[in-house]
């Protein structure tokens, strides 16, 4: 049986996830539950996955997962006089709608990097942010696109699909062994990836050189 705050934070954990995609602060849960320092989270999501509620997985964008929820009544509530009172959680109504995607690995907004070699992770975004087709998430290193609004440690939904319009942003594998995140430009028989950063060149293949992987369809930061 969980304890009133167990509860409590296992619940905002969950409406946050559901809400965002993506796990809560401490300093977040923190306040959410009026206690007075870090430390006292940390002990609830240590009970908590010792009883098998919740993982932590560590250097992941959505850090906690929810295994399973309490089908019982929480504890009986404080009394009205509490200086914390529960937070207010979302009524299912509010809840945005949310989808899982594969996290593939990292991308290149710089130099081309080894080819993405496929994870089994998954992390949770925006329904609104994907259409009908298939999607998955890589992490950006480098800064090759940051006049784009993509920065380092960004990460991007990509739609998939094997070709794309001149100027969109596309991952692209070049002799089927690096992968890079650009802007394309199609010249002839060739193939300009182009950088959002005035210090990297554009780079020009002949396009049988060139395999679009996927398009640009959302950005997720974390801060």
């Not at 167990?6 to 977040?28: A, K």
């Not at 999501?45 to 932590?56: D, P, T, V, W």
């Not at 949310?98 to 710089?110: L, N, Q, T, Y």
Request: without cysteine; hydrophobic residues 40%; proline residues 8%.
């Amino acid at each position: 049986m969980l304890t009133r705050k167990q509860h409590e934070l296992l619940l905002f954990i969950d409406g946050h996830l559901r809400r965002t995609g993506f796990s809560p602060s401490f300093d977040e849960m923190k306040d959410a539950l009026g206690l007075r320092s870090k430390s006292g989270i940390h002990r609830l999501i240590s009970a908590l996955e010792e009883r098998g509620f919740l993982h932590r997985r560590h250097h992941r964008a959505r850090a906690l997962e929810i295994l399973r929820l309490p089908d019982i009544d929480p504890p009986p509530p404080r009394p009205a006089d509490s200086p914390h009172p529960a937070p207010d959680l979302p009524a299912p109504e509010q809840i945005a709608a949310v989808m899982d995607v594969p996290f593939v690995g990292r991308i290149a907004a710089g130099n081309p990097i080894e080819a993405i070699t496929p994870e089994t992770t998954r992390i949770t975004v925006p329904a609104d942010m994907l259409g009908k087709a298939s999607h998955y998430a890589l992490e950006v290193t480098g800064n090759s696109m940051e006049e784009a609004g993509i920065l380092d440690g960004d990460m991007v939904i990509i739609r998939e699909q094997n070709h794309a319009s001149d100027g969109e942003i596309v991952v692209a594998l070049i002799d089927g062994d690096e992968v890079t995140l650009k802007r394309i430009r199609h010249q002839g028989r060739e193939i300009a990836l182009i950088p959002a950063n005035s210090a990297y060149e554009t780079r020009v293949f002949p396009a049988e050189r060139v395999y679009i992987q996927g398009t640009l369809a959302g950005l997720i930061r974390r801060y």
